[in-house]
């Protein structure tokens, strides 16, 4: 499952969950074309699912949990906060964030295994 967050001014205007698909994202995303950035953690998304949200002109990041301190930290686990804090390390621009191979390197890398 995924939760999904959106924010806008500072403020959520959509929280929900849902199942970590194409058509579950599709329906998440409809009525947004100006989302800024769409941030996950490594794992929690496929490889299909990533270049799907890349179609979409969504720039992606992802970033790797335990380097998120404050995540990595939290005694209390819960998905809402986390994603919270993700974007509070966004704004302040300290998020951790992994590199995403472009497609030709995971198309190698396919062929490779």
Same mark, same amino acid.
């Given at each position: 499952?995924?939760?999904?967050?959106?924010?806008?001014?500072?403020?959520?205007?959509?929280?929900?969950?849902?199942?970590?698909?194409?058509?579950?994202?599709?329906?998440?995303?409809?009525?947004?074309? $100006?989302?800024?950035?769409?941030?996950?953690?490594?794992?929690?998304?496929?490889?299909?699912?990533?270049?799907?949200?890349? $179609?979409?002109?969504?720039?992606?990041?992802?970033?790797?949990?335990?380097?998120?301190?404050?995540?990595?930290?939290?005694?209390?686990?819960?998905?809402?906060? $986390?994603?919270?804090?993700?974007?509070?390390?966004?704004?302040?621009?300290?998020?951790?964030?992994?590199?995403?191979?472009?497609?030709?390197?995971?198309?190698?890398?396919?062929?490779?295994?």
């Amino acid at each position: 499952m995924c939760l999904g967050f959106i924010e806008e001014n500072n403020k959520v205007v959509t929280k929900l969950r849902f199942s970590n698909t194409k058509q579950r994202w599709s329906d998440f995303l409809r009525n947004e074309d $100006d989302i800024d950035i769409l941030i996950t953690d490594a794992g929690s998304v496929s490889e299909r699912t990533l270049r799907y949200l890349e $179609d979409l002109n969504v720039q992606v990041k992802m970033v790797h949990p335990k380097k998120a301190r404050s995540i990595a930290e939290t005694t209390i686990k819960a998905d809402e906060l $986390d994603a919270e804090s993700l974007i509070d390390l966004e704004k302040v621009g300290v998020l951790s964030e992994i590199w995403i191979p472009p497609r030709e390197n995971i198309k190698v890398r396919h062929l490779c295994k």
